[in-house]
């Protein structure tokens, strides 16, 4: 567990609706997310693919899977953020998306850093 803190990336996601791009109509519901990644390690790690997995309220399942994020593969040193928005759409006005971020140390270590579980929802429809 020494190394555990060496290299440890905080994410966090602050997820938004996109009314006018959906269509309840049609089981379209668009949501946009940003994502802020913290390196509170202590060694420059680049940020080299992502793992999605993305639940809608049917309970499916969509695996994303894919090199960097919005085209970029950061190289955040300690202390550094990184800042991104990106979306996805659901059939179900409520979902779940988590995953994780495969990284790469600076010292060559490969980790990953985990991306908590946030609920994409329509404005009113949790009470």
Known sequence: MANSKKYQIDVSAVPQYISEQSDPGRERYVFAYTITLENVGTVAAQLISRHWLITDGN????????????????????????EYTSGCQLDTPVGIMRGTYQMMAEDGTAFEAEIPAFTLTIPRVLH
Do not use: A, F, I, M
């Not at 309970?59 to 990184?82: C, M, W």
């Open 59 to 82: 309970s499916n399942v969509q695996e994303v899977r894919g090199l960097g994020v919005v085209g970029e593969q950061p190289l955040l040193k300690p202390g550094e953020k990184y």
